[in-house]
């Protein structure tokens, strides 16, 4: 596989009043492409501010960042956004779909942001994440589970090298979080994108080609696991 993105002794420290908040501590890693990774911790343990690093929405103060060998822009708001929109895509956990748009059209008007509408890649974004059915729905007339499948659509419809997720199934219940995920998969596959999710949910490891545990800012483990689900 060939190799993505690498961090180096990635340090964040945040100034504070009562001192220095080491929210990243030295953090040290490559990430292949095609591997999906749940990152997993405590609250508190730096996961939103690795992965705000990750996107280069936030920048380090230590250490460096390379991804395809380049370094990773920081403390220039510019180039961080031209670095974001190029490669990074993003799925919330609170869906952010437009509730005046239909499911279509919710993947429409990204496409048309990024400057390549394409219906026929906005049907098969949704099909691919089981909701053909559901097109010229509103996000109010369809589930929560159905709401962050369109969000999945919606962020990858750039075709992003990497796709980040911040407890993106922390407002579900377990079965419709196993939908989700499964969805999530099958997407990156096929699509051919790495995916680097946040979570506090160990069941979500068996979606994982591996896992890495952080807490107070600093890798504890990573380990790569066996494929329990690969996509059906
Ligand atoms: N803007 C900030 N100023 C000071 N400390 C911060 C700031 N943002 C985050 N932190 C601290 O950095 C640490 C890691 O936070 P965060 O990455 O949000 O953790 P997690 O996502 O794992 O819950 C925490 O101790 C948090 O209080
Ligand atoms: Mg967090």
Known sequence: MNK????ENLERHYETPAGVVKALDGVSFEISEGERIILLGPSGSGKTTLL?????????????????????????????????????????????????LTVLENILLIQE???????????????????????????GEISGGQQQRV????????????????????????ETSNKVMEALVGACKQENITSVFVTHDE??????????????????SDEKIDNQYDGV
């Open 151 to 174: 969000a999945i659509a919606r962020s990858i419809a750039k075709r992003p090298t990497l796709l980040l997720g911040d407890e993106l199934t922390g407002n579900l219940d377990t």
């Open 113 to 139: 942001l990024s400057g390549n509408k394409d219906f026929s890649r906005a049907k098969d974004l949704l099909k691919l994440v089981g909701l053909e059915a559901e097109i010229d729905r509103f996000p």
């Open 52 to 100: 705000n690093c990750l996107s280069a929405l936030d920048s380090p103060t230590g250490g460096t960042y390379k991804f395809f060998e380049s370094e990773v822009p920081r403390n220039n708001s510019e180039k961080m956004t031209s670095f974001r929109r190029e490669n990074i895509g993003y799925v919330f956990q609170f869906f952010n779909l437009l509730q005046d």
């Open 4 to 7: 993505l993105l690498k961090m």
């Open 203 to 220: 069941g979500l490891v068996k979606y994982a080609t591996r896992v890495i545990r952080i807490d107070s800012g600093k890798i504890i």
